[in-house]
């Protein structure tokens, strides 16, 4: 027949076991939610990459786009699949999960064993603890980290947009400066040719050398322009493929000779503010964070006064006697620390937490409409240049070439123009560019990526008090 005792200990099991075992992994690890939050504010979504036939999969994917003249959409998909980076940050999903997963589970009992031995006796002590607090507070520390991995998947998402918001403006400014060193190239050539027609005129005497080395000089500062802007346009192409990814055979990337056109109209900025306020990841980050820190400074004051109770079943059996049977229950006293440290700390990363989230909404504000206005003000400069200032130039290069066939002015004075018009075609490239940067950063603003602040964030959340 089984004792009392044991049967209570067989049921005190049972429960531990039942407790203590319902939290398992997923089957996504929490990639397919950051995906959904990636996809709703970039149009595209993300996976990450495991050695195999995912690796393999990736690899296909890659190969596939770069196979093709880029887009700036295609340069986004290729940094979401392949930046090693943003596949470290998926990493940390696995980690957030793994504490979720343990915080669901009971500590492992502890087992003791002694033995004493005298002249006629032997005397052996057996005792299994178990972590009782552990066990009663698993549901709060539970929740707890479930709050934890739903900040990480946040976290994830936010790199993952920010990364996609990167790439777009590299992606940008890397056309725009290879479209700058082809037109040097032009004008390189021009002056080229302006040099050499100076030189000749000189020497048949009909040039003043005064003239001619200025044509000549001209000639060499456009020869210096174009080694600049070709530097240039390697920076901007590595600075894409750093975020993309790729190195090796993938590095010969095509880009379009020119930008995009811009729009027939801009955005409406009137709900920019309300749609931040939805949809930015660092105010969803920074609420969720002081949800948890909540949670945590509830646990804190649950445990203040017990901090460690253990309780477990102990046999004691001597040399000629019967065994004894019974239980022994550990419990910290607090004599010297009562727990008020703790209250202090928790509390004190509670309200650090809730005026973090009212400066995080007050700076997304701000730069959502600081953002509204670098995107209206470079929509119309481009537009201007476009539709005002490059026209007007032409219009006096075709005047300056009616007049040159009418043998009104000589040549120079027509190649003089040329070169005036230089100065205008790059800074409408500079202004077509900037737009397209300055939507990027509106889009980013919406979104929130939070940049620095998102980071200061991070390691606030991993000081939050851990509870027991």
């Known amino acids: 027949m089984i004792s009392p005792t044991r049967v209570r200990l067989i ?10 075992g319902c939290t398992t992994f997923s089957k996504d690890g929490g990639l397919e939610a950051v995906s959904a939050m990636t996809n709703a504010r970039t149009g595209q979504s993300v996976q990450f990459s495991k050695p195999g036939a995912d690796a393999t999969a990736v690899e296909r994917s890659v190969a596939q786009l770069l196979g093709k003249q880029l887009t700036a959409d295609s340069a986004v998909q290729l940094a979401l699949l392949n930046n090693k980076g943003l596949q470290a940050s998926f990493a940390q999903l696995g980690i957030a999960e793994a504490d979720l997963v343990q915080a669901g589970w009971m500590s492992n009992p502890s087992f003791s064993f002694g ?3 005298g002249a006629h006796a032997v005397e052996i002590e057996r005792a299994v603890m178990f972590d009782i607090l552990g066990l009663l507070t698993i549901p709060v520390r539970s929740k707890i980290e479930g709050r934890r991995f739903d900040l990480a998947k946040l976290q994830a998402a936010s790199d993952a947009v920010k990364l996609a918001a990167d790439t777009r403006k590299a992606y940008f400014n890397a056309v725009a400066a290879q479209q700058t060193a082809l037109y040097s190239a032009q004008v390189r050539a021009s002056a080229e040719a302006s040099a050499e027609l100076a030189r000749r005129m000189a020497q048949a005497g009909n040039f003043s050398k005064l003239t001619q080395a200025r044509e000549q000089a001209f000639y060499a500062d456009t020869t210096a322009q174009l080694a600049r802007s070709r530097h240039n346009a390697t920076v901007a192409r590595e600075q894409l493929l750093r975020l993309m990814g790729v190195w090796g055979e993938h590095t010969a990337i095509m880009l379009p000779d020119r930008l995009p056109d811009l729009p027939a109209a801009p955005a409406n900025g009137d709900n920019a503010e309300a749609l931040a306020m939805e949809q930015r990841l660092d105010i969803q980050l920074a609420k969720g964070e002081a949800a948890m820190t909540a949670s945590a400074l509830g646990l804190s004051k649950a445990t203040r006064f017990i901090n460690v109770l253990e309780a477990g079943y102990m046999n004691t059996s001597k040399s000629g006697e019967p065994r004894e049977n019974g239980y022994e229950i550990e419990l910290q006293l607090p004599l010297f620390d009562w727990g008020g440290s703790r209250i202090a700390k928790a509390e004190g990363l509670y309200m650090q937490s809730v005026h973090r989230t009212a400066d995080a909404a007050i700076r997304a504000r701000s730069q959502v409409r600081e953002a509204y206005s670098a995107y209206r003000t470079s929509y119309d400069l481009a537009r201007h240049y476009r539709d005002e200032i490059v ?9 300056m070439l009616l007049r040159y066939n009418g043998m009104l002015i000589g040549v120079f004075e027509l ?3 040329a070169r005036d018009q230089v100065g205008s075609v790059n800074a409408s490239i500079e202004a077509q560019r900037d737009y397209w940067i300055a939507e990027t950063d509106l889009h980013a603003a919406i979104n929130g990526t939070g940049g620095a602040a998102m980071q200061l964030r991070a390691e606030a959340s991993a000081e939050a008090p851990q509870g027991h």
């Not at 049921?11 to 203590?20: I, M, P, R």
């Not at 026209?391 to 005047?399: A, G, N, V």
């Open 415 to 417: 190649l003089a123009d």
């Open 115 to 117: 033995r004493m031995s």
């Open 391 to 399: 026209p007007l130039r032409k219009k006096i290069s075709d005047e």
């Open 11 to 20: 049921a005190l099991g049972a429960s531990v076991l039942f407790l203590a």
